[in-house]
């Protein structure tokens, strides 16, 4: 009964490949976010869909393609790894709507290592 | 365009005594919300409070309260009778909503305050 799940929930892989994160959320909300968390724990959003629609795209690089092939899922694929992708990705889904508090629940994170 | 500074690096505290984590936060929204999350040692970030810029009360949660001052664009996190699980990091965030009232939910975080409480 997990609410936000993400696979895999470690990944290593050598630079120049291309990796998919998996994330899955059963709260019903209709919008999912992906996060990055950086060596210094910075996070920053990267990408937010509402209703399977892309709402927010944060000058992030074309190598990164969220897909989300419905209000449940919301994948990311990452092509031509480089080491500076290493990092922590969280997946978070929050129900939206206009004025309401809409607290935002994470996943457990997938801690990328780009060798 | 949101900021969020949290300007302690790391904390200490004894067990079972009360804390303060600072944010502040710079926003041009007029409607916004800040929420303060836990992150344990494990990884997973932990929703701990929300307060909305119109509620007229503090937030509480249990131990947590959150101290805001909205003139001083302040919004500190208070743990009263810390115990050594509290021991973590803590971010502080913030949303605003654009005029038409949605923005969909972007979360900018700050830096972190790293809390070690002691036995």
């Known amino acids: 009964d997990t609410a936000v799940s993400q696979t895999p929930k470690y990944l290593v892989t050598q630079m120049g490949n291309d990796k998919s994160i998996k994330c899955e959320q059963n709260l019903g909300h209709d919008t999912m976010y992906w996060y990055k968390q950086d060596s210094k724990k910075f996070l920053k959003i990267m990408f937010s869909?509402?209703?399977?629609?892309?709402?927010i795209n944060e000058t992030v690089p074309n190598r990164f393609s969220p897909k989300s092939p419905d209000k449940a899922h919301l994948n990311l694929h990452i092509n031509s790894l480089e080491l500076g992708d290493s990092a922590v990705y969280f997946c978070?889904?929050?129900?939206?709507?206009?004025?309401?508090?809409?607290?935002?629940?994470f996943g457990p994170g997938t801690r990328l290592t780009v060798l | 365009a949101q900021k969020i500074t949290q300007t302690q690096p790391g904390m200490f505290v004894q067990e079972k005594e009360a804390v303060t984590l600072d944010c502040t936060y710079d926003?041009?929204?007029?409607?916004?919300?800040l929420f303060w999350y836990k992150q344990p040692s494990s990884g997973e970030m932990i929703f701990l409070i929300y307060q909305g810029s119109y509620d007229e009360q503090n937030a509480t949660e249990g131990r947590y309260s959150l101290n805001f001052q909205k003139a001083r664009k302040s919004a500190n996190l208070v743990i009263s009778a810390s115990q050594l699980g509290d021991s973590a990091m803590y971010f502080c965030a913030m949303r605003g909503w654009y005029a038409g009232g949605t923005s969909y939910g972007k979360l900018t975080f700050g830096q972190g305050t790293i809390l070690t409480v002691h036995p």
């Open positions: 869909y509402n209703n399977k629609e892309l709402i």
């Open positions: 926003t041009s929204d007029q409607s916004y919300g």
């Open positions: 978070a889904s929050s129900q939206e709507g206009r004025g309401q508090y809409n607290e935002q629940f």
